[in-house]
C-alpha cells in the first residue's frame, strides 16, 4: 500500500493501532487492517468482555484458549482484537457485542456493520 493510500478507519481518518500486546490483525501487525486473502473480514478493533468470549467460544470461535502452533496466547476480558465483522455483527444481533474502537476499526467494516450500530458501542467517542 503506498504511503497515499493509507487504510481508512470507519471515522474516514487513519485507521490506528488496535493492539500490540497481544499483537493482533490478520496481519499480525496490530492493525485491523485487511486484503484480498483476508476472508474473514477481520476489521472491528474490539475491547474483549468475558460475555463476549463465552459467546464466541459457544458459536464455535474458542478465542480464550492458547493456541501455540498458530502463535495465539488466548484472549483475555480487555484485551484489543481485530475481530471478523459478521462476527462482530452477529454477537451484536445477540445482544453481546464487545466495546469498539472506531479510530482502529477498518472503514471495510462498514459494508457488514452499519455506523450507527458500532457508535453505541465506542470506546473512543467523546
Same mark, same amino acid.
Given at each position: 500500500?503506498?504511503?497515499?493510500?493509507?487504510?481508512?478507519?470507519?471515522?474516514?481518518?487513519? /485507521?490506528?493501532?488496535? #493492539? /500490540?500486546? +497481544?499483537? @493482533?490483525?490478520?496481519?499480525?501487525?496490530?492493525?485491523?487492517?485487511? #486484503? +484480498?486473502?483476508?476472508?474473514?473480514?477481520?476489521?472491528?478493533?474490539? %475491547?474483549?468482555? *468475558?460475555?463476549?468470549?463465552? $459467546?464466541?467460544? !459457544?458459536?464455535?470461535?474458542?478465542?480464550? @484458549?492458547?493456541?501455540? %502452533?498458530?502463535? $495465539? +496466547?488466548?484472549?483475555?476480558?480487555?484485551?484489543?482484537?481485530?475481530?471478523? !465483522? !459478521?462476527?462482530?455483527?452477529? *454477537?451484536?444481533?445477540? #445482544?453481546?457485542? +464487545?466495546?469498539?474502537?472506531?479510530?482502529?476499526?477498518?472503514?471495510? @467494516?462498514?459494508?457488514?456493520?452499519?455506523?450507527?450500530? /458500532?457508535?453505541? $458501542?465506542?470506546?473512543? /467517542?467523546?
Amino acid at each position: 500500500m503506498a504511503d497515499d493510500e493509507r487504510a481508512k478507519n470507519v471515522l474516514g481518518t487513519e /485507521l490506528r493501532n488496535c #493492539g /500490540l500486546d +497481544p499483537l @493482533t490483525g490478520f496481519f499480525r501487525d496490530g492493525c485491523c487492517n485487511t #486484503g +484480498p486473502e483476508d476472508r474473514g473480514v477481520h476489521t472491528v478493533c474490539a %475491547q474483549m468482555t *468475558a460475555e463476549f468470549l463465552a $459467546f464466541s467460544k !459457544a458459536r464455535g470461535n474458542d478465542l480464550s @484458549t492458547p493456541v501455540p %502452533q498458530f502463535n $495465539f +496466547p488466548g484472549l483475555k476480558p480487555g484485551d484489543r482484537w481485530c475481530l471478523c !465483522a !459478521a462476527r462482530w455483527k452477529e *454477537a451484536h444481533d445477540a #445482544g453481546m457485542a +464487545p466495546p469498539v474502537y472506531l479510530s482502529a476499526t477498518h472503514e471495510r @467494516t462498514l459494508e457488514v456493520v452499519d455506523y450507527e450500530a /458500532l457508535k453505541p $458501542f465506542a470506546l473512543d /467517542l467523546n
